[in-house]
């Protein structure tokens, strides 16, 4: 085994967390999807994964079977967790359908993608380049229509009107809770260690602290427990 493992076996041996999730499956979407533009160029965004990352290792670690379906990332897979890769929103969201179980959606995914795709690269020419676009499947909406008692947490990364939009994306998706990231505070937002959120529902509304990534995954984590108790 490599030291990182054993180091990780150690510290699930050591904690104090009880297993309070063995016997639960959840799924956790992370990292950002790519939609091919030709075979060289494709949209996509800045998502690294590390939030979507340490919540399946949070959960992981409470002893639930954890499915990772994972955007591109260079993460290592943590340690407990069974991780399909997959590209394009389209194979996310046909992953995120098969493997449906309580889900925590945390990629960022491509909300349009390129009609066509090239099957060459696209010379540059002297004009200029329009490439029309199709809206990808809404991942969170499908599963939210079709929950049948499971439970659905959303992400909302916002620049503008962020509560609002959070609790709007709550509804119309029928998330149990959002978590909301806002772009204008600092230590929060991509490629960062550590992160600010607030816990939206419909009772009301739980701001946390700038904390670690991997301190916001444990209390996410523990809504979660909470919930599913």
Do not use: W
């Amino acid at each position: 085994a490599e030291p990182a493992d054993i180091v990780a076996f150690v510290e699930d041996l050591l904690s104090e967390k009880k297993k309070s999730l063995r016997g639960k499956r959840l799924i956790v979407t992370a990292g950002a999807t790519i939609e091919a533009i030709d075979p060289v160029r494709f949209i996509s965004n800045h998502s690294t994964g590390k939030m979507g990352y340490a919540i399946a290792e949070a959960l992981a670690r409470r002893g639930a079977e954890v499915v990772l379906i994972s955007g591109r990332t260079s993460l290592p897979t943590p340690t407990g967790v069974r991780r399909i890769d997959v590209l394009s929103a389209q194979e996310m969201y046909e992953a995120s359908v098969r493997e449906f179980a309580t889900a925590v959606m945390c990629a960022a995914v491509a909300d349009y993608t390129p009609e066509e795709v090239a099957p060459t690269k696209l010379k540059k020419g002297d004009g200029e380049l329009t490439i029309r676009l199709k809206r990808t499947h809404d991942i969170a909406a499908e599963l939210g229509a079709h929950k049948a008692g499971r439970i659905l947490v959303g992400f909302a990364l916002e620049t503008d009107h962020e509560e609002a939009n959070a609790e709007g994306k709550l509804q119309r998706k029928n998330f149990d809770f959002i978590v909301l990231n806002s772009l204008r505070d600092a230590g929060a937002g991509f490629g960062v260690d550590t992160n600010k959120v607030t816990l939206i529902d419909r009772a009301g509304r739980e701001e946390l602290p700038l904390l670690s990534k991997a301190e916001t995954a444990e209390k996410i984590a523990d809504k979660i427990e909470s919930i599913l108790k």
